[in-house]
C-alpha cells in the first residue's frame, strides 16, 4: 500500500525526537521513567492525530493568512481535551506529567506536522503521518525513559531489576541525566547512520 | 514569600532551563554566538514579564469570575502570541533601534515553551500581581544566564576536537548536562 510510507516515515526515518529533534521539552521533562514516557507519548499522539485530521478537512476553508492562529485554536481545544480526561481518569500520571500536559500546545512537532503535511494532504496521509509521528515519539520517549528509569532506579516499568540495596545512579533520573541520555542517544544515531549510510 | 527568595529559586535553584526543560527549543537554537543568546535573552525578559502582567490579569478578572478555568491554555497561548506581535509592532514605531536588534528574535519567542509555562505556574503557584512579574523577570533573567553560559562554552569548543558523531546536539546536550549538573549545586540555597 502506498500510503503506508507516511505512517513509517514518522518512526524511524524522521523520528520527530532523535532525527527531527523537535519536541525536546518534554522529552527531557518527563522521561524520569518509561511509563511517563508512554504516558506522555499517547497524549502527544491523541492531539497530533485529531489535529493531523481536523486542519487536513479544514485546509481550503482557513484562509492562508490567518492558518497559524487557526492551527493553535485547533490543537489547543485539543490538549484541553486531553487536560481534562487525563486529570479525570488518570490523576497520578497526571500529577507527574503536570505542567508539560497545557504545553502540549507549543510542541513544535504537533505545529510543524500541521504546517509542514495536513494543510497539503489528504485526510487519510494526515493520519496515518500524524499517526506514525506520535508513535515514533512515544516510543523514542520510552526508550529514553527506559534508559533512566534503568540507571537511575534499578528499575523498569516500575518492575524491580535490582535489589532494593543496590545503588543506582541517581544522577540520570534528575536532570543532568536527563541532558546526558539525550545527547548520547542522539550521537548513537548519528554514528550509526554514518556507518550504514541510512 | 519575600522577593528574594523567589528570585534566587527562579534564578538559580530551580533554573527554568537548567532545571525545569521549558524553552529547551530556543536555548539549543540560539546558542551558538554569546551575542545572539544576549538579544534573545533581552526579548525572553521583556516579554516574559509583560505576558505574566497581562495573563495574571486576565485569569483574575475574566476566567475566575466567570468560572471558566479550563479555558486558561487557549487563552494564555492566544493572549502571548497576540501580544509578541503588538510587541514587536510597537518596537518598530517607537524604538527602531531596539527592534533592530531584538527584531529577529521576537517572532521566535511564540512558541518558546516557558512563556506560556512559567505563566502557568505563577497561576499554580498563586502568586500576587507584583510576585507573578517578579518571578517572571527572575526566571527569564535565569533563562538569559544559562543561555550566555551555554553560548560562551559553545564558542570554545568549536576550536577543539571533538568524536564526529558528537557534533551538533549531542555535544551541545552534553555541555548543557555538565552546566545543569553545575546547577545543582545550587540546591538547598533556599530553605
New interface residues.
Partial sequence: MSNLKYFTNGLLKENPLFVLVLGTCPALAVTTAALNGVGMGAATTFVLVCSNLLIALLKNLIPNKVRIVAFILIIASFVTIVDLVMKAFTPDLYKTLGIFIPLIVVNCIILGRAEAFAQKNTVTRSILDGLGMGIGFTLALTIMGGIREILGNGSFFDIRLVSQEARTILLFILPPGAFLTFGYLIAIMNSVKRKYNI | MDFITIIILALLVNNVV????????PF?GVSNKVSTSLGMGAAVVFVMSLANLVTYLIQNFILVPLHIE?????TF??VI?FLVQVVELIMKKSAPSLYQALGIYLPLIT???AV??IA??AV?KNYSLVSSVVYASATAVGFTLALVLLAGIREQLELNGY????????????T???L??AF?GFSGLVK
Fill in positions: 537548567l532545571a525545569q526543560f521549558l524553552g529547551i527549543c539549543l479550563f479555558m486558561q491554555t487557549i497561548i492566544l502570541a512558541t518558546n515553551c506560556l509555562g502557568i505556574l499554580q568524536p564526529k558523531g558528537m557534533k551538533g546536539f549531542p555535544l551541545t546536550l552534553i548543557a548536562g555538565l545543569s549538573l545543582m
